[in-house]
């Protein structure tokens, strides 16, 4: 089922029981984050709120919160439509009549992924020249954000140079009824545009949609290559034309079956204040100068619904999303880079923190070519700490990744420590905003024999090693993580795991706080991907300088607790949060879906 707007999706999720109407008035400031996160910890259904305070418009949540509902989006698995377009890429070069005739189907298909000029749709319903956005309910999601934000916004520019469009999700503050933040992170599409349009002293017009196709939120997040339309992989998703309507006011094409658009400018030299936010690496991020977005006019259809998301510390929406995108570029990545196995970056971590891969080794140090490669990928070029593994390695399992860097990683030649580096603008780890290192990890088989057999065993009582190491929890033989006490001398436990007989025999030593569960991987690669920086954080039990670079001695410790100066992690409210559980049968959330 190819769903053309928000209206179609809603009625699928009523249909299969994946949607609750929520009747009773919720507030957008932190009320519905505090639902939503009970709901996408059980997997729950979507949650439309039909009475919002402060707004009119009705509220939706949680669209993309399973696997379930985000598969059924792409109307099949993800992995199915980059395999087809390998296939269709590999038959078809050169092209030959019968090849032509054998998929024809396939590229009919493939000719429906365009965008189709019409002149009436529903977004032209309505159109409020004087803004009101602060009548859209937008949400707060955490008590320190610094106002209200639209979550899920689908940003549409143009190059100012050739005209190709980008589609992207960058987070909004709305500061009053007619002006908004433009959080244009480094790496972002839109963000090269207004750089361009900068360049030339001009303003930039801007689009803003919010709702439409789900197709066409997916597409927005994918990590495309710069200067591909986004818009054009919604409509691959769809498997049928995206309808869009041109406006003479921007030069801009939007979505005809969009809930609302905002179209304004961005100029060069405005700025303001925007955050702090509660964001999906699970912490506050950093309050900074970012462009001012001007809204000169709202469009919305009828009875419009308002779609937004809540991110925090995972998982949330975005969680299920990332793993579907990464599943459907896969096989286009493997056209790129021959002898790629698989690359997974976690999202656990918030997806930049941490990538492995795994990669063929046609001869030595080629492991350190596909490193290269992949920082030099689009997104992919901000990870963190990448690293590649054998060919077969199961690359999405920490432990698998764990037991191939015990076997193959050598100190002398696997560890490379990059700085200074660009970084996330989210990761707050760095000397500086958008600054900061990284580390290549390289599990590289010597004559396809490991570099150890027996693996050490399992890590003593925790007290037996320092009295301020709370509990050990070994991901694999390769990583030993301890949590240990708020204040404890860091400098002090490393010595003395560095020491003691066993914990002296794992390769690394992971410090991170008392708020990680040791019983929940999801959480310790939350803890100890979030909060360190590679520069900074690594304490080898010895180093020498070789040529130009740094060689290290194991057992390597890695201080990921949270430290002074480090952004906040988000936490609700704890009266909100007391009052949602005391409100809950009031939701009435926990009775089966609605139907449509």
């Known amino acids: 089922m190819s769903f053309v707007n928000l209206r179609d999706f809603l009625e699928h999720l009523a249909a299969t029981r994946q949607l609750k109407r929520v009747r009773t008035q919720v507030d957008p400031n932190q009320e519905v984050t505090v639902i939503q996160h009970q709901v996408i910890q059980r997997q729950g259904p979507a949650l439309l709120f039909e009475h919002v305070k402060g707004s009119k418009h009705r509220l939706v949540t949680n669209l993309f919160g399973t696997p379930e509902r985000v598969q059924a989006v792409f109307q099949r698995p993800p992995e199915e439509i980059g395999a087809e377009l390998v296939e269709l890429a590999e038959r078809l070069m050169p092209p030959k009549v019968s090849s032509l005739w054998t998929y024809r189907r396939r590229l009919l298909r493939l000719l429906k992924a365009r965008l189709r000029n019409v002149r009436r749709g529903p977004i032209l319903e309505n159109l409020a020249s004087s803004p009101r956005l602060d009548e859209l309910p937008c949400l707060t999601c955490w008590p320190l954000d610094g106002g209200a934000f639209f979550t899920l916004p689908l940003v549409h520019t143009t190059d100012p140079e050739n005209g190709r469009g980008n589609l992207g999700i960058y987070r909004m503050q709305r500061y009053d009824a007619a002006t908004t933040g433009m959080h244009w992170q480094i790496e ?190 689009g997104q992919l070029s901000l990870t963190k700490v990448l690293m590649v593994m054998p060919a077969g390695v199961n690359v999405r399992d920490i432990e698998s990744v764990s037991r191939a860097v015990w076997s193959y990683l050598d100190a002398e030649s696997g560890i490379h420590l990059l700085a200074p580096t660009a970084q996330d603008t989210l990761d707050f780890t760095g000397p500086a905003m958008n600054t900061g290192s990284r580390l290549i990890v390289l599990a590289s088989p010597r004559d396809g024999k490991p570099l150890r057999d027996r693996h050490p065993p399992m890590p003593p009582p925790a007290r ?59 959480s310790i690669l939350w803890g100890w991907f979030t909060r360190f920086d590679p520069l900074a954080d690594l304490h080898p039990a010895g180093k020498v300088v070789q040529g130009n670079r740094l060689v290290f001695d194991f057992p390597i410790a890695i201080d990921a607790t949270w430290k002074p100066g480090y952004r906040k992690p988000v936490a609700f409210d704890p009266e909100i949060e007391k009052m949602v559980q005391a409100r809950w049968f009031e939701y009435d959330i926990d009775n089966s879906g609605d139907h449509p």
């Open 188 to 377: 972002k599409g839109g963000a090269f545009h207004f750089h361009k349009a900068c360049e030339k002293n001009m303003p930039l017009p801007v689009s803003v949609f919010l709702g439409g196709p789900p197709a066409l939120t997916i597409s927005a997040i994918a990590p495309l290559p710069e200067g591909i339309d986004e818009r054009l992989l919604a409509a691959l998703i769809m498997n049928r034309p995206l309808d869009v309507i041109a406006r003479p006011s921007t030069g801009h094409r939007i979505p005809a079956q969009a809930e609302f658009v905002l179209e304004g400018t961005v100029r060069p030299g405005e700025t303001r204040k925007e955050g702090p936010f509660g964001d999906h690496l699970g912490h506050y991020s950093h309050s900074a100068e970012f462009p001012i977005f001007r809204v000169d006019r709202v469009l919305m259809r009828n009875d419009a619904v308002f779609p937004a998301t809540v991110v925090g510390k995972p998982p949330q929406e975005d969680y299920y999303i990332g793993c579907a995108l990464q599943e459907m570029i896969l096989p286009l990545t493997k056209i790129i880079m021959p002898g790629l196995d698989d690359v997974w970056s976690y999202p656990e971590s918030g997806f930049h923190p941490l990538a492995v891969l795994s990669a063929k080794e046609r001869y030595p140090r080629e492991a350190l070519k596909y490193a290269m490669w992949a920082l030099g990928q």
């Open 464 to 522: 037996q090693v320092h009295s301020e190491i709370l509990g050990f929890r070994s991901l694999g033989p390769a990583f030993l993580i301890a949590a240990i006490k708020p204040g404890a001398d860091t400098g002090k436990i490393r010595e003395a795991m560095a020491r003691h007989t066993v914990t002296k025999e794992y390769l690394f030593h992971v410090l991170v706080s008392d708020d990680v569960d040791l019983s929940s991987n999801m």
